[in-house]
């Protein structure tokens, strides 16, 4: 099997916005597009309403004039992505660097409108065309490409998903772990692509991970978070625990970019073939890889 590029979401929302017809709505809840995000929404987006897919492709789509000024852009967006991502699979032989020698994918890179701006979940991941991040610069939409089907790949190599249902910091730290390991990979991934086409100064992850002073200082606060809830496994978890948790995943990202510098530092050291081996394993194996590369350099400091 390989990947499928799949844009059926994507026309008939297009045809909805253009005609206002409702029988687009039931047409787009039947795809497996809706499925993928359905199944997304309801583990991860307590936002989103999941009664049924049909109700949730209503929220994403409605009213029509939701989308109606940002329609060229949309229709825009659909052309780069056929054009740019499924013709020549750019992305996927540019992901596949990342992944382990001889993985092939199995699922579909979805092309949605209207949910999050990108989203993996099992073997399948989607890209929003309505993201304002893509109505702003289609080009973006590459360089998300690789970021959400390294996910995919990862998550289908590891073959489970963390559950953020938990009462004890240990369950926490593993949760931190997968998603330091699967965010920092997928941000790592289309690293070297964005350097060679000069786009590190349009995301701001990257811009971070170009400046050394704030990135020591995010890493510091990264190994505070993680060790809070390593070092004491049995403690239960408290309201303000989760604040923590905001900072690795939203307001400072450093799952993302924290996550990225320790694979370009297990890439540079270890070589790619080390770095991609350790998606099968246990995530809390990348951070103690990368940590034990920082001692030996720092001699006992973590960076």
Known sequence: MSLTYDFSFAESAIKFLETND???????????????IFNHASRFNSSAPTESK????????????????????????????????????ISEKTVLE???????F??????????????????????NLAHPIFIKNMGELKYYAIHELHHAGLIEI??????????????MAGVIEYSTHLEGMGTYAPLSTREHESAMNTDKDYTVLQDQKLLEGLIDEYFEIYHYFKNNPEEMLLAEDWQKIY??????????????????????????????????????????????LLIAQFGGRIC
């Not at 409702?22 to 993928?36: F, M, T, V």
């Open 22 to 36: 409702n029988e687009y709505l039931n047409k787009i809840s039947e795809l497996d597009a809706a499925s993928h």
């Open 54 to 89: 049909l109700k949730l492709v209503s929220h994403l789509l409605t009213p029509a004039d939701k989308h109606k000024e940002s329609l060229p852009q949309i229709k825009r967006n659909l052309e780069y992505a056929k054009k740019n991502i499924a013709n020549d699979n």
């Open 98 to 104: 990342y992944l382990p020698k001889g993985f092939a």
């Open 106 to 127: 199995t699922g579909s890179l979805f092309f949605t409108v209207g949910y999050d701006i990108g989203v993996a979940f099992g073997n399948n991941c989607s890209l």
């Open 158 to 171: 590891k073959g489970f998903m963390p559950s953020f249902e938990m009462s004890r910091r240990k369950e």
């Open 247 to 292: 900072m690795l995943s939203d307001t400072k990202r450093l799952w993302y970019t924290v996550g990225a510098h320790m694979a370009k530092t297990i890439d540079q050291r270890l070589g790619r073939e080390y770095l991609t081996s350790l998606i099968s394993q246990p995530s809390e194996n990348f951070i103690a890889t990368y940590r034990d």
